[in-house]
């Protein structure tokens, strides 16, 4: 049987990026903690063993630095990221405290290296989107949207779809992010919560649940009013009701608001039997949020997020992958590294169960009408003056004619770019070439896989482990925000953590640690209508 089909009714192939650091897999959050990194790398076997890697580009992300890092985040929670480790935690203990950095979000070794691979991913997916190099752009080790500007939370502690959503904004008039990961997006929605310039629709859980915000009524301040949605949900959500709410509303969205790119968050603890979520989608299900949005033709970021059950988050990624590169995955899962997670059945599909669905159609109907009323308040796509962009060295280097193969004398040695850009064309390749002995697929060199897995969850008063009441605030996080969109074209959010400094306003002008930088290229200029001054307390 074939591992992959090419989609039914596609009517033009996207180009896609997809990003991967093999070290990834190495973190470990710590004993019983149910954030495993190594999902990552468990989703990455899947997509290489069905073959994925013939239709789109694969990339290694620079590591994203710590001048990139304050974009969005304080210098002191940076530098503080960057200093501690198990060994000196000692020394920190009043810093943990002040960022939130224990329990839920524990110290670990390489703790600052994986978020620089997180947030590199997510940076450089969005600059070459924003370049055309390619239509979609994956990194599902990124999509950690808890974390804010000076503090951790809910296993997140750099927020690399803001960090991402700001490389866009240097290019793109408006952008929307869409979180359909069972917690609510409140770390991108409070960065966002002031400007028109990006709107955030977050599908979740709500009520005596982790992080406690996302209500129906918080839908963004000043310039920012009605751009911020939230759709609460109750227990127990099907794949048909999901589809009857979602679709509806992120049309109207596309209609209204006309975002020229769109960010979609994909945590999969919203699908059925996840140690931590508690709605009832099906992979077919979760992946139909993706295969919509993607059916708009705009420059899409796909990116992960939660899921604890790293069976069914592999699954789901390696499986929305292939959409993106316009293909269904076979049922059936191939020999890989860990193919013994994936038993007894070993098949693709993650299935609904036969849990209660709390969500009545009376109640949808009742959260959509008052969704779209919040939506048509909106007036419409704001209008913003960009200037001329100039090219970037990147571009120069993307564009090299060279990176023909046929114009490379054979004794030359190919760059490294080169040979990570190739892709099969269609019936250029077979299955057949990966296996037998020496193979990808060679059978004999199939590694079992420990099936031991920790399933302990430590128990938090208040946080993502647990479903204890929060403590609910009017805006965001009760935190007062300020954002600001300079002029020249780095956009700065000020979270203020209730001191009485005021929000500081940083001249961008030299771009330290832009993306521009980090791709060999040099800081861009962008004109906006005025900045946001004011300081305003949700």
């Known amino acids: 049987m074939s591992h992959m089909i090419p989609l039914e ?48 580009e694969i990339f290694r992300a620079k590591p994203a630095t710590k001048r990139e890092m304050t974009q969005f985040h304080s210098d002191e929670y940076i530098e503080f990221l960057n200093r501690i480790t198990p060994s000196n935690m000692n020394s920190y203990v009043k810093e943990q405290h002040k960022y939130n950095v224990g ?12 978020c620089s691979i997180s947030a590199g991913g997510s940076m450089e997916g969005a600059a070459r989107l924003s370049r055309d190099k390619c239509d979609i752009a994956i990194n599902w080790a990124g999509g950690l949207h808890h974390a804010k500007k000076s503090e951790a939370s809910g296993f997140c502690y750099v927020n690399d779809i803001v960090l991402g959503i700001l490389e866009l904004l240097r290019y793109h008039n408006r ?41 129906l009524r918080d839908t963004g301040v000043m310039k920012g009013k009605h751009y911020s949605l939230n759709f609460p949900l109750r227990d127990g959500i099907s ?81 929305e992958t292939g959409l ?24 693709l599909d993650v299935k609904s ?38 090219s970037l060295p990147i571009d120069m280097a993307l564009d090299d004619p060279n990176q023909d193969e046929d114009l490379i004398p054979p004794d030359t040695r190919r760059h490294r770019r080169l040979l990570d850009s190739r892709r099969q064309a269609d019936g250029e390749l077979s299955d057949s070439d990966d296996e037998g002995e020496g193979g990808r697929t060679d059978h004999s060199d ?36 300020a954002a600001r969109i300079l002029s020249s074209g780095t956009v700065k959010m000020d979270v203020d953590d209730g ?30 209508d005025e900045p946001v001054t004011e300081e305003v307390k949700p």
């Open 9 to 56: 009714g596609e009517t033009s192939k996207k180009r896609v990026c997809y990003f991967y650091d093999s070290d990834i897999g190495g973190f470990h959050y710590g004993p019983g903690h149910p954030m495993k990194p190594t999902r990552i790398r468990m989703c990455h076997s899947l997509v290489m063993n069905y073959g994925l890697y013939k239709k789109m």
């Open 103 to 114: 329990d839920d979000c524990p110290v670990f070794d390489g703790l600052f290296d994986y």
């Open 175 to 215: 952008v929307l992010y869409i979180d359909i990961d069972v917690h609510h997006g409140d770390g991108v929605e409070e960065a966002f919560y002031t400007t028109d310039r990006v709107m955030t629709v977050s599908f979740h859980k709500y009520g005596e649940y982790f992080p406690g915000t996302g209500e």
């Open 239 to 319: 794949d048909e009701n999901y589809q009857s709410v979602f679709e509806p509303v992120i049309q109207q969205v596309m209609q209204l608001y006309d975002p020229s790119a769109i960010v979609l968050q994909c945590g999969t603890d919203s699908l059925s039997g996840d140690k931590l979520g508690c709605l009832n989608l099906s992979m077919r299900g979760h992946a139909n949020c993706v295969k919509f949005i993607k059916s708009f033709n705009r420059p899409l970021l796909l990116l992960g997020g939660g899921g604890y059950t790293m069976r069914n988050v592999s699954r789901a990624w390696a499986y």
């Open 324 to 347: 993106a590169a316009g293909v269904e995955l076979g049922p059936e899962i191939p020999m890989n590294e860990y193919y013994e997670y994936f038993g007894p059945d070993y098949e």
């Open 353 to 390: 169960s036969n849990t209660d669905d709390m969500n009545s159609p009376a109640y949808l109907d009742r959260v959509k009408r008052i969704v779209m009323e919040n939506l048509r308040h909106c007036g419409g796509p704001p209008s913003v003056q960009m200037s001329d962009i100039p």
């Open 446 to 481: 199939h590694r079992d896989a420990s099936t031991s897995r920790n399933e302990g969850v430590t128990g938090r008063k208040f946080g993502i482990m647990t479903s204890a009441p929060m403590a609910f605030s009017a805006g965001p996080s009760a935190h007062s925000t």
């Open 499 to 528: 001191g009485d400094t005021p929000p500081s306003v940083e001249n961008g002008s030299n771009g330290e640690g832009s993306v521009g930088e980090r791709m060999n290229g040099v800081n861009q200029e962008m004109a906006v």
